[in-house]
Nanobody, 121 residues
C-alpha cells in the first residue's frame, strides 16, 4: 500500500508565491518519477511539472516554464513545486502523481487527494 499526501495549497494574490509538497510513503521498492498535475474547473487535468528520479531530468508545461520549479528529496520520497509569479490562470486543484516500481518489476501510478491553489487578480 502506498500513500501520497500533498500539502501547501492556498489563496494568494497574483504575482505571489506558493510551495507545494508531496510525500510518498508505504510499500515502495523504487520511485521512477514524481510529478504535479492540475485541473481547473471545466478543463482536463494537465501535466505541470515532472521529475524523473532515476535520471534526474525535469520537464515543465510551457505555461509554467520560468515560474515554477520542481525539486525532490529522494531520501524522504518527497517532491516540491515552487510556484512564483502566480497568475489567476494558475488557479486549479493540484495533484501529485507518483510512479512506483514494485519488487516484481511492475509500475503503478498513485495519486494524492489534491490541493487547491487559488490566485486572485
Amino acid at each position: 500500500q502506498v500513500q501520497v499526501v500533498e500539502s501547501g495549497g492556498g489563496l494568494v494574490q497574483a504575482g505571489g508565491s506558493l510551495r507545494l509538497s508531496c510525500a510518498a510513503s508505504g510499500s515502495i521498492f523504487r520511485i521512477n518519477a514524481m510529478g504535479w498535475y492540475r485541473q481547473a474547473p471545466g478543463k482536463q487535468r494537465e501535466l505541470v511539472a515532472l521529475a524523473l528520479i532515476t535520471t534526474s531530468r525535469t520537464s515543465y508545461a510551457d505555461s509554467v516554464k520560468g515560474r515554477f520549479t520542481i525539486s525532490r528529496d529522494n531520501a524522504k520520497n518527497t517532491v516540491y513545486l515552487q510556484m512564483n509569479s502566480l497568475k489567476p490562470e494558475d488557479t486549479a486543484v493540484y495533484y501529485c502523481n507518483t510512479n512506483i516500481r514494485d519488487d516484481l518489476g511492475y509500475d503503478y501510478d498513485y495519486w494524492g487527494q489534491g490541493t487547491q491553489v487559488t490566485v486572485s487578480s
